[in-house]
C-alpha cells in the first residue's frame, strides 16, 4: 500500500504522466532574458530621457540632426530592439499566467510578437532613414 502512494506522490500533472513530458525547462532562460534586457534598458533610457529634455524646445531640424548623429543612431536603435523585446517577453508571461485556454495564449503570445515586431521595425526604419 505504502508502494502505491509512492507513486502517486509525482510532482507531474496528471497530463504529463499520461504524455510522459515533463517541464519544458525554458523558464530560466526566458528569465535570465528578461533580467539581462532590463540592465540595458536602464542606461539607454536614462540616456534618452536626459537627451529628450535637453532637445525639449529645439528646432525640428537641430532635433534631426541629433538623431542623424551615427553615436545617438546606434543608441537609439539598440533601444527599441531592447525595449520591445523586453515588452513581448513581458507581455508573454502575463499571458501565460493569466489566459485560461491553449489557444487563447498561443494566439496572445504570438499576436503580442507581431505587434512588437512591426513597431519595432517601424520605429527602426524611422530612425534609418534620418540617419541614412
Request: proline share 3%.
Amino acid at each position: 500500500m505504502a508502494k502505491e502512494h509512492a507513486a502517486d506522490a509525482t510532482m507531474r500533472s496528471p497530463l504529463g504522466r499520461v504524455r510522459g513530458f515533463g517541464s519544458a525547462h525554458g523558464g530560466t532562460h526566458h528569465w535570465l532574458l528578461q533580467r539581462l534586457t532590463s540592465v540595458a534598458l536602464l542606461p539607454l533610457t536614462l540616456w534618452f530621457a536626459l537627451s529628450a529634455a535637453s532637445l525639449a524646445g529645439a528646432p525640428y531640424e537641430v532635433t534631426r540632426a541629433w538623431i542623424a548623429h551615427p553615436f545617438n543612431a546606434v543608441l537609439l536603435l539598440a533601444a527599441i530592439a531592447l525595449a520591445f523585446h523586453h515588452t513581448a517577453a513581458g507581455m508573454q508571461v502575463i499571458i501565460e499566467d493569466y489566459a485560461n485556454r491553449e489557444w487563447a495564449k498561443v494566439a496572445g503570445i504570438y499576436g503580442i510578437r507581431a505587434i512588437c515586431w512591426l513597431l519595432a521595425i517601424a520605429s527602426a526604419l524611422a530612425v534609418l532613414r534620418i540617419a541614412v
